[in-house]
């Protein structure tokens, strides 16, 4: 009996929970079939105006503001991707004199916020001319991505059987070829998850994109809801249209990634 | 196929020392294991060896090369690990071949090796497999098929056999010690197991606190054991030792603090066996039945336990007192302090 009531207990409580999560989302999408003007979000839907999606997509630019997204968001991801395992393969399997002080600073990459040192990134990037350009978006981006990147492939990497590693070197192998051959194909879904999360931290990049670039043909997609908030009025079928248009891609990816990702974020739980 | 030696070799941990001035030579073709109880040093000694822990001091030398600074890579040896090692991702194919395929091996010959070493170890249906989708005892064989294939100068193997069941490991045991035999490389193998070790041993280096106490073959180590350690490690069960005051019989030369050593088979209950020594008497501690043979654990003083065989099943229980007899040429005595052998006693009748 006891049981049973644990376990309605168990699904009230997820349940609960669920809800709190969904909330949002659904109002979102409620709002942003809603027509335009008057209404609030998680008001009854007065019908479906899919026209939303259209005007959104033509006010806020998305055409323009897509491919820059995307130019940057692959740009980061990938590079970021590789300087991360070449970094976490060095901190976690191969010793050397000063490690733990190096890793420790990139952790600090960790710790400080964006937010932070904005203000002296925008002059020095002024000072050497990247303002305004791709470089302002990807290269600090990508700064910020391998301190967690590295951080992430070193824990998967000391989780890698050392004995695995001795075998290879044995059989004549070089630090190189272990990594690619031997080590990496195991950490498939380490990797993977690293991929989704840097796809969608990258690509909801808001405060960075903001700051460094005025340029109308190098601003990304998340700048592009700003349009629909107005000083006085905002109009929140549009904004949420939008939302849904610039979140589509992120829910996408981790629709396709998300068999790895959920056995990525459980690799590092148990030893096995 | 080369010969193997460590001349002066220490290995610290920082303050810890895992290996003291070992030194050993080891034949061309040679199969040697060293043996030792856990923190012995013997599985550093090999990775060592291996070239996978660095020489604090000394010299190991393979071949007519001193390898302490070479990479493991270009030694020239292959290594069975405990937990296999094996490349999860790969076949069993792959696995054996990725080791010749980074030694610029042709093609044709990888294929030849691989087939040869996998009929050997009948291994043929597998080799497409992965390794989770073998068995332990194939995942073992697929481990020591990849150190074969290689064809190095020396085998060095890491308690390959103590992840598999009793039946397995005395099969795979003997499946060793036939593919030595066979293609006659130089084999450095470690165990805790000294069942192991004196079924497949040419000759036993036994290991203790980072120091040798013995090498020899495994007849000199059991009839002539050099200290208390090696006499109380090799045999099972293991010899008895017992204070030589406390045993009621004149022993000759026996210094003040020695120790009296008997294997379980040179005590016999009396009246079994002529020209016994005694008779001693003592009460039955424990009766261990193995079916062919009978173990009596029999207390003669509180600090004073012999180990007595007994051919078959032996009517006897735990609490009743028997009498039993000495084997004269079975004795052994170390002196008490050092632990150093003193060779065979002999009994004043």
Redesign the interface.
């Known amino acids: 009996m006891i049981a049973r009531r644990e376990q309605h207990l168990t699904y009230l409580l997820l349940g609960v929970f669920s809800l709190i999560a969904l909330a949002p989302i659904v109002g979102i999408l409620v709002t942003a079939l809603q027509a335009r003007g008057g209404a609030t979000s998680f008001g009854v839907p007065d019908g479906l105006n899919l026209e939303n999606f259209a005007t959104a997509w033509d006010e806020g630019n998305f055409a323009d503001y897509l491919r820059s997204s995307v130019i940057v968001t692959v740009s980061v991801v990938v590079l970021s991707t590789l300087l991360s395992i070449l970094a976490g393969y060095a901190f976690g399997m191969m010793r050397f004199r000063g490690s733990t002080v190096l890793f420790y600073m990139m952790l600090l990459g960790l710790m400080v916020p964006l937010e932070a040192t904005i203000v002296p990134l925008y002059y020095d990037l002024r000072d050497l001319g990247l303002t305004d350009t791709y470089w302002a978006l990807i290269l600090p981006q990508v700064g910020a991505s391998v301190a967690f990147g590295t951080f992430w492939m070193r824990a998967f990497f000391r989780s890698v059987?050392r004995?695995?590693v001795?075998?290879?070197?044995?059989?004549?192998?070089?630090s190189w070829?272990t990594l690619w051959?031997?080590v990496l194909?195991?950490g498939r879904p380490a990797v993977l998850t690293m991929v989704a999360l840097l796809f969608m931290w990258t690509w909801n990049e808001f405060l960075l994109a903001l700051v460094m670039v005025s340029d109308e043909g190098l601003r990304t997609a998340p700048l592009g809801l700003a349009f629909f908030q107005g000083r006085n009025t905002t109009d929140y079928a549009l904004l949420s249209a939008g939302s849904v248009i610039v979140a589509t891609p992120v829910v996408l990816l981790y629709v396709f990634l998300q068999r790895h990702f959920i056995r990525g974020m459980l690799a590092g739980a148990v030893k096995g | 196929m080369a010969p193997v030696s460590f001349a002066e070799v220490d290995k610290r941990f920082g303050d810890v020392e895992a290996v003291h001035a070992l030194t050993l030579a080891i034949a061309d073709g040679e199969f040697v294991v060293l043996v030792g109880p856990s923190g012995s040093g013997k599985t550093t000694a090999l990775r060592m060896l291996a070239g996978l822990e660095a020489v604090t001091a000394g010299t190991i030398t393979i071949g007519d090369q001193v390898v302490n600074a070479v990479s493991p890579g270009e030694r020239d040896i292959a290594m069975v690990f405990q937990d296999y090692a094996l490349y999860p991702q790969m076949t069993v194919r792959d696995n054996f071949a990725f080791g010749l395929r980074r030694r610029k091996v042709g093609r044709e010959e990888i294929e030849k090796r691989v087939r040869r070493a996998a009929d050997s170890l009948e291994l043929g249906e597998l080799l497409d497999r992965r390794p989770r989708e073998l068995s332990g005892g194939q995942q073992q064989r697929v481990a020591l098929g990849r150190a074969l294939v290689r064809e190095p100068q020396v085998f060095l193997m890491d308690e390959p056999l103590s992840n598999l069941d009793a039946k397995l490991r005395v099969q795979t045991r003997g499946e060793i010690k036939r593919l030595q035999h066979e293609i006659e490389t130089t084999t450095v193998y470690v165990t805790h197991d000294q069942v192991e070790a004196m079924t497949m041993g040419d000759r036993i280096a036994v290991m203790n606190d980072g120091r040798l106490e013995q090498v020899g073959t495994p007849e000199e180590l059991y009839e002539r054991p050099a200290n208390l350690f090696v006499a109380g490690f090799i045999g099972s069960p293991s010899m008895s030792l017992v204070p030589a005051a406390g045993v009621p019989l004149e022993l000759r030369q026996a210094p003040d603090g020695a120790v009296l050593g008997v294997r379980p088979e040179h005590a016999r209950l009396w009246g079994q066996g002529d020209g016994l020594i005694g008779p001693l008497e003592g009460e039955i501690a424990y009766v261990e039945a193995l079916g062919r043979e009978t173990f009596l654990g029999v207390d003669t003083g509180p600090e004073t336990r012999f180990v007595v065989s007994v051919a078959g099943r032996a009517p006897v229980r735990p609490g009743e007192r028997v009498r039993f007899g000495l084997v004269p040429d079975g004795l052994r005595l170390f002196e008490g302090d050092t632990g150093r052998a003193l060779g065979p006693a002999t009994v004043r009748r």
């Open positions: 059987p004995s695995l001795e075998a290879a070197r044995l059989d004549g192998s070089s070829t051959r031997v194909p195991l």
